[in-house]
């Protein structure tokens, strides 16, 4: 099949990417500059493992080619991965291509431009001659992108066409071996699940860690509240836990969306109060800190260990150490940092600063340390060399945001230690 | 030398015996392009004194008058830093406050311009850490409310500012709430301490000398509340994180627990109601961040500009203080209305009845004599259109002559697509302007008015000034304020007193410390007069 993908952020690469390798010719547009420019890639690639290989594969077998949007009208298969602020860009594409293409023409929303807007761009098209939008909601988590993309376990289809359906069986087939089922629903039905999913992980998210500050304040251990809670099957054990707050940049956006719609629809707060608390609870591993040395930081080296807004990627979007770094940086601290991916993004993001000290190895930055911050939980953190660490700090505190760590057996150790909620 | 003793007193008496017959509407008649020839202009300021009962030669009389005291000699000094505050033998020196970097001004051998900007931009450090969030509480949590606690000139110039230039928030200031709390009772913070949180809300205590104490009693309130909603940190913390002093005393600020990385200074010779300049302008600073706060010293250093090097007849600040004095000591016009018409400005009347009457209200010249002439007059306002509904009609129909500043933006919501709120301001503007013109011409206005029964009657002949602003911008705001600043200076020059002192506000803050004891269970009362003594066993019995 010969299809256009429209975008140039990780959903519309993992796309290209995952449908050249099932043998599709696809083509990919990632900007709408009619002087034939090609924009660079608009995220980091190597953020997201295999990705770059699988990209370079298909580049190498000619099935991906990057083309003009006149060049990318020519297929009769179109996606639209764009930014949830790029909806008249969308707008400008649909209406090209259905001058172009007047019959037998798919498009498959996967952009995040809110419920009703797939809607809104079919009303652009002629269905009569099956010219058809219809949605794909990206169920991408970021650092596992690809693989979501190829082994889904539910696939949801926002689509009322019979013709258009029959296409994006026949498009997704390579991926729906294992597939458990097919949730076909209208555009603005598929849409709304979507928002109401990611709605639904971020309550929870914000919930238990409410629960965490309590637990912290009544002084009991969240970690054995959490474990009854996911006892009762109601619940169950996803997206319940405590942690110094949820980052990345696909998540975010969706529930901003959602939070905004709820706002203006409902004038609800339920979303907005989740995000808040959520930036909130990006600094608690700093507050601890500043607490345990009386609101005073100036001059104190600070340790911290992951700088990826969570394992497995190198993106620092929206992730806990960047407010975290700000502030002690603000509060006069001198800070060493380390992660096993994210060091250039931080590097980059922050400049150079004397106060800020980026090294390639953990045990290193924990030289002459008041204290270390644990930010993201990192399988080579889980298991440290305890006696190194004793040895090189100045003071042997851990604040663990990620709640990674055995309490007991560090304070038998003679660590002084802070998790979220115990 | 009394002013009376002037040649010019002499003439502008008998000048006013002929004029006191008059009525501005007459005055209109004789003369229909009153407007041109009373109408002065600086920068986005209009002054109109056209509404005025007077004429050309009004005018150069108290031009006159004001040669003959030597308000040029007065100017000059009280920009150069002599101290012309005899009674507390130090310079008034607001104006250097709002002087721009670079220039250099020497007082008593010390450079003091360099000074001020050193103080401001610790001032600027201060606002940028709070802006960006990174002030922290004793919990590590930002700040997020400041609340200020001053009294008179450390709160009602800043109080008046914030509310009157809260449209020009910058978006770093949006997320931070200011509060104002300056009565002794407590009754105002306990309102405000009900629903704020300790753990983000920043105190900033104002005070000249530290010893304020309406505002010590609030400061400690706000400190034992801070410590009882926190268990963990010590007072030393707590003082450290939640409260900032703004002070001409710093060991006293120390002494009272305000670390010196916590205080903000200015000057003994900066006066308490003129101190909005200076860091007692932090609330200010925080509300418009430090760009808009240095606006607002722009505004006021262009009017001290003018003010220095204009002639007298087209002097702004010499002009409205003159007719002041023409209203006061010739027509015998002893009340002065200050009619903002502007919800923002709703502040400005409270603002100008501390700056007028503590400054001018006095009754003794500057070598001790007492004064045989009136001075400063009764000020009291209200945003006008709420006035209109309420003492407008002893304006309209009283036995008082009353001399009222109309003050309003031209120009306002243009920048908006609100089509009902530019109504509302052109609705605003049509009130301003009808009753300024009836005050001062009367029912003269209408056709047919002199058919109406006596009580519908309306005589007019009150004087009225208009100040028109282009718009309310901090820049506008900063000549306004020194405008009036100015003019109390120069009616202080004719009168011959001083207005950088104040004096009548001593002896009752001794008297109430006697009275505290007298209050406390067990104590004496008979050396009270008997009114005091039954006042004191009342209370004592109704609190028994």
Not at chain 2, 521 to 528: C, G, N
């Given at each position: 099949m010969k299809i256009t993908v429209w975008g140039n952020e990780l959903p519309a690469w993992t796309s290209a990417a995952a449908l050249a390798e099932s043998g599709n010719h696809v083509q990919i547009v990632t900007g709408l500059d009619h002087s034939g420019n090609k924009n660079e890639i608009a995220f980091k690639v190597s953020n997201e493992p295999g990705l770059q290989q699988c990209l370079d594969q298909a580049i190498a077998d000619n099935r991906l080619v990057s083309v003009t949007a006149d060049e990318g009208q020519t297929a009769s298969s179109h996606i639209i991965c764009l930014n949830p602020d790029e909806y008249s860009t969308a707008k400008e594409i649909v209406q090209s291509l259905a001058k172009y293409q007047q019959n037998n023409l798919l498009i498959i929303n996967q952009s995040n431009?809110?419920?009703?807007s797939t809607d809104k761009l079919q009303l652009l098209l002629d269905e009569q001659n099956n010219q058809v939008m219809a949605y794909l909601p990206d169920m991408l988590a970021e650092g596992s992108a690809l693989k979501d993309f190829k082994h889904p376990e539910t696939l949801i289809v926002g689509c009322s066409n019979d013709w258009a359906m029959l296409n994006i069986k026949a498009l997704m087939r390579p991926f729906s071996q294992s597939l458990k089922q097919w949730m076909i629903m209208s555009p603005k039905e598929a849409e709304f699940t979507k928002f109401a999913n990611t709605g639904m992980l971020a309550l929870r998210l914000g919930y238990i860690n409410e629960l965490a500050n309590l637990a912290d304040q009544l002084d009991v251990d969240i970690e054995v509240i959490r474990e009854g809670m996911i006892s009762d099957p109601r619940i169950g054990p996803h997206y319940l836990h405590p942690g110094c707050g949820f980052g990345g940049l696909h998540f975010q956006q969706y529930i901003e969306g959602l939070s905004e719609l709820m706002e203006e629809a409902r004038n609800s707060k339920l979303l907005d109060t989740v995000l808040v608390e959520n930036e909130k609870q990006k600094e608690q591993p700093f507050r601890k800190l500043w607490r345990h040395y009386q609101c005073d930081l100036k001059d104190r080296t600070v340790t911290i260990w992951g700088l990826s807004f969570k394992p497995g990627t190198a993106s620092i979007d929206n992730a806990p150490s960047l407010k975290t770094i700000e502030t002690l940086l603000a509060q006069g601290c001198k800070i060493m940092v380390h992660d096993p991916e994210a060091s250039k993004n931080i590097a980059q993001y922050f400049g150079d600063n004397e106060q800020l000290e980026i090294v390639d190895c953990c045990y290193q930055a924990l030289q002459n340390s008041d204290g270390l911050l644990l930010l993201t939980e990192w399988p080579e953190y889980w298991s440290p060399e305890y006696d190194e660490m004793l040895n090189r700090m100045r003071s042997p505190l851990i604040v663990d945001g990620r709640n990674i760590f055995d309490k007991e057996m560090l304070q038998s150790l003679g660590f002084t230690y802070y998790g979220v909620g115990r | 030398m009394s002013p009376k003793d002037t040649q010019a007193w002499t003439d502008l008496q008998s000048h006013a015996y002929y004029m006191s017959q008059s009525h501005i509407s007459t005055l209109f008649q004789e003369s229909p392009d009153r407007f041109s020839q009373f109408g002065f202009a600086q920068d986005d300021l209009l002054l109109d004194l056209s509404k005025q009962r007077i004429t050309d030669e009004t005018l150069s009389l108290l031009i006159k008058l004001a040669k003959e005291r030597d308000l040029k000699g007065w100017t000059e000094d009280l920009f150069n830093g002599k101290h012309i505050n005899d009674s507390e033998d130090r310079p008034a020196l607001h104006t250097a406050l709002r002087t721009p970097k670079g220039d250099k001004l020497e007082v008593d051998g010390v450079e003091i311009i360099e000074e001020v900007h050193q103080n401001l931009e610790r001032m600027d450090a201060i606002v940028n850490k709070i802006h960006s969030g990174q002030w922290r509480g004793y919990t590590g949590h930002s700040i997020n409310t400041v609340v200020n606690i001053g009294v008179g000139g450390s709160d009602l110039g800043p109080f008046m500012a914030c509310k009157a230039l809260s449209e020009n928030q910058p978006a770093e200031a949006r997320a931070l709430k200011v509060h104002f709390v300056s009565s002794m009772d407590g009754s105002q913070l306990a309102d405000l301490l009900s629903h704020l949180n300790p753990a983000r809300t920043l105190f900033v205590i104002s005070s000249?000398?530290?010893?304020t104490i309406d505002t010590l009693a609030n400061a400690n309130t706000a400190k034992e509340w801070l410590k009882a909603s926190s268990n963990e940190a010590s007072e030393s913390v707590l003082v450290a994180r939640h409260f900032i002093g703004v002070s001409a005393s710093p060991d006293k600020a120390l002494s009272w627990g305000i670390p010196e990385s916590n205080q903000l200074a200015f000057w003994d010779w900066t006066g308490g109601r003129y101190s909005m300049w200076s860091t007692i302008g932090l609330p200010i600073a925080l509300k418009l961040g430090a760009k808009g706060f240095r606006e607002v010293l722009a505004g006021a250093h262009a009017m001290d500009c003018h003010f220095r090097d204009t002639p007298f007849e087209q002097n702004l600040p010499v002009l409205i203080a003159m007719i002041g004095i023409w209203n006061i000591n010739f027509l015998n016009i002893n009340a002065h209305a200050i009619l903002p018409y502007d919800g923002r400005l709703s502040h400005i009347p409270a603002y100008l009845e501390q700056l007028e009457m503590e400054s001018n209200g006095k009754s003794v010249t500057r070598d001790g004599k007492a004064t045989d002439y009136s001075t400063c007059p009764i000020l009291w306002g209200e945003v006008g259109t709420n006035a209109q509904h309420a003492f407008y009609q002893l304006l309209h129909q009283g036995t008082e002559s009353v001399m009222c500043d109309f003050i309003v933006a031209a120009r306002r919501y243009h920048d908006t697509d609100n089509a009902e709120l530019q109504h509302q301001h052109q609705l605003n503007l049509a009130n301003c302007l009808a009753q300024s013109r009836i005050l001062a011409l009367g029912d003269s206005v209408i056709e047919g008015a002199e058919d109406a029964p006596v009580y519908k009657r309306y005589k007019g002949n009150q004087p009225c000034t208009t100040i028109l602003l282009d718009e309310l911008t901090p820049y506008t705001f900063g000549q306004l304020i020194a405008m009036y600043e100015h003019k109390v200076f120069v009616q202080s020059v004719i009168w011959d007193i001083n207005p950088f002192d104040q004096w009548g506000v001593e002896l009752g803050k001794k008297v109430a410390t006697t009275l505290l004891e007298a209050l406390g269970?067990?104590?004496?009362?008979?050396?009270?007069d008997s009114s005091t003594q039954g006042l004191l066993q009342h209370i004592a019995m109704r609190n028994q």
């Open positions: 431009f809110g419920v009703g | 000249k000398s530290f010893t269970p067990e104590a004496a009362t008979s050396d009270f």
